[in-house]
């Protein structure tokens, strides 16, 4: 599988500018998913390392091949880039077979009747759809019809699989059962994935890497817990995570390399970090976790209860607390009366402290109140 390069990629429709300058590198193997919101450019991007967008400027290589560069006019087409691309809706021919459907490609590819035999055979049982090899799509449930479509993209053995919100249409409990076979797919066949999404929980419980995107511009480009725990700047800490990050403005002083003084609603609290920051001015923003905010009848703060969200094996609790809401969630089924008082703590070294200004990462460390 080839190793993917995007080196100052841009792709702009007259003032508008879809995607700003990307540079990303995309390791043999992995499987990167375009994650954000509607409009940021994620589909443009995959469509431009498939050949289906041609960039405003900038390169795009396969290993040492070069598939698209503005400077030395070059521009392979899609159809010789060897991808796979997954449709959001399936794109089946209704009118054949679920075997004819995944051997319709390798049928054009012109492989040998033999060969593209025994590829469906295997295709049919790597996907677990054997039973309804003689079926047409309008007989398939959703779930069914994806994997025929997984099948038929894989079967001409593709360097790279493309898939643009292959699992949007699929209800949450089909949708989770799918994500399971995605990543299981994934380590089978060893082939590199690029997924667009605006789910963070498929970005979360799929990648390799995330590649945080709004509008048009790169966020962060890390693996998926590096982005939860260290996000790089405030949009990806409010983007990713549900509930979202807490986040607080609050007055700073810094007292030593590691320390800050902090006025945090109402209360006075210390900031220790993990390594030496700087702080550029007197206002910085607090990033906590809900669940770095465990509720105990011996917690240093008060707040009262906003809401209560239970939802099984975990509650998400809202804490109204100095004419802010708070998120903490809690293991478990709980549940308060509206207003009710919450005694809860700041807990944990994964603290994180933001320049308002900027929205770039200061620094992650602990809080204890004064």
């Not at 038929?152 to 292959?166: Q, Y």
């Given at each position: 599988?080839?190793r993917?390069?995007?080196t100052n990629?841009?792709?702009?429709w007259?003032?508008?500018?879809?995607?700003n300058d990307?540079?990303?590198?995309?390791?043999?193997?992995?499987?990167?998913?375009?994650?954000?919101?509607s409009?940021?450019?994620?589909?443009t991007?995959?469509?431009?390392?498939?050949?289906?967008e041609?960039?405003?400027r900038g390169?795009i290589?396969?290993?040492?091949?070069?598939?698209?560069?503005?400077?030395?006019n070059?521009?392979?087409?899609?159809?010789?880039?060897?991808?796979?691309?997954?449709?959001?809706?399936?794109?089946?021919?209704p009118?054949m077979?679920?075997?004819q459907?995944?051997a319709?490609g390798?049928?054009?590819?012109k492989?040998?009747?033999?060969?593209?035999?025994?590829?469906v055979?295997?295709?049919?049982?790597?996907?677990?759809?054997?039973?309804?090899?003689?079926?047409?799509?309008?007989?398939?449930?959703?779930?069914?019809?994806?994997?025929v479509?997984?099948?038929?993209?894989?079967?001409?053995?593709?360097?790279?699989?493309?898939?643009?919100?292959p699992?949007s249409?699929?209800?949450?409990?089909l949708?989770?059962?799918m994500?399971?076979?995605?990543?299981?797919?994934?380590?089978?066949?060893?082939?590199t994935?690029?997924?667009?999404?605006?789910?963070q929980?498929?970005a979360?419980?799929?990648?390799?890497?995330?590649?945080l995107?709004n509008e048009?511009?790169?966020?962060?480009?890390?693996?998926?817990?590096?982005?939860?725990?260290?996000?790089?700047?405030?949009?990806?800490a409010?983007?990713?995570?549900?509930?979202?990050?807490?986040?607080?403005?609050?007055?700073?002083k810094?007292?030593?390399?590691?320390?800050?003084?902090?006025?945090?609603?109402?209360?006075?609290?210390?900031?220790t970090?993990?390594?030496?920051?700087?702080?550029?001015e007197?206002?910085?923003s607090?990033g906590?976790?809900?669940?770095f905010?465990?509720?105990?009848?011996?917690?240093d703060?008060?707040g009262?209860?906003?809401?209560?969200?239970?939802?099984?094996?975990?509650?998400?609790?809202?804490?109204?607390?100095?004419g802010?809401?708070?998120?903490?969630?809690?293991?478990?089924?709980i549940?308060?009366e509206?207003?009710?008082?919450i005694?809860f703590?700041?807990?944990?070294?994964?603290?994180?402290?933001?320049d308002?200004?900027?929205?770039?990462?200061?620094?992650?460390?602990r809080?204890s109140?004064q």
């Amino acid at each position: 599988m080839p190793r993917i390069t995007l080196t100052n990629v841009t792709k702009q429709w007259g003032k508008f500018i879809a995607v700003n300058d990307l540079t990303l590198d995309i390791e043999d193997g992995s499987f990167i998913t375009l994650l954000g919101s509607s409009g940021c450019g994620k589909t443009t991007t995959l469509r431009m390392i498939a050949g289906l967008e041609t960039p405003t400027r900038g390169e795009i290589r396969f290993d040492d091949k070069i598939m698209f560069s503005s400077e030395k006019n070059i521009n392979v087409p899609a159809a010789r880039r060897e991808v796979g691309f997954l449709f959001q809706n399936y794109a089946l021919w209704p009118h054949m077979t679920v075997v004819q459907n995944i051997a319709f490609g390798l049928e054009t590819l012109k492989w040998k009747k033999s060969d593209i035999q025994a590829r469906v055979d295997e295709m049919l049982k790597t996907m677990k759809i054997e039973p309804f090899a003689q079926r047409y799509p309008a007989e398939l449930s959703g779930g069914q019809q994806q994997r025929v479509a997984i099948a038929r993209t894989l079967a001409p053995r593709p360097r790279v699989l493309f898939m643009d919100e292959p699992l949007s249409n699929l209800d949450a409990k089909l949708r989770g059962e799918m994500r399971t076979e995605l990543k299981r797919l994934h380590k089978d066949m060893k082939s590199t994935f690029i997924y667009v999404t605006h789910d963070q929980l498929e970005a979360m419980t799929l990648s390799t890497k995330i590649c945080l995107m709004n509008e048009g511009t790169l966020q962060q480009y890390a693996p998926p817990l590096t982005v939860y725990n260290s996000p790089a700047n405030l949009f990806a800490a409010d983007f990713v995570g549900n509930p979202a990050m807490n986040i607080i403005e609050t007055p700073a002083k810094q007292l030593s390399p590691t320390t800050a003084e902090l006025d945090f609603l109402g209360y006075k609290a210390l900031f220790t970090a993990n390594e030496p920051f700087t702080l550029a001015e007197g206002k910085v923003s607090l990033g906590i976790r809900p669940e770095f905010l465990p509720i105990s009848d011996r917690g240093d703060l008060e707040g009262h209860a906003y809401s209560t969200l239970p939802a099984g094996m975990e509650t998400t609790v809202k804490i109204k607390i100095a004419g802010q809401i708070l998120s903490s969630v809690v293991f478990g089924a709980i549940d308060y009366e509206t207003d009710e008082k919450i005694r809860f703590s700041i807990s944990g070294a994964g603290i994180l402290l933001f320049d308002t200004r900027s929205g770039l990462l200061l620094a992650s460390g602990r809080i204890s109140i004064q």
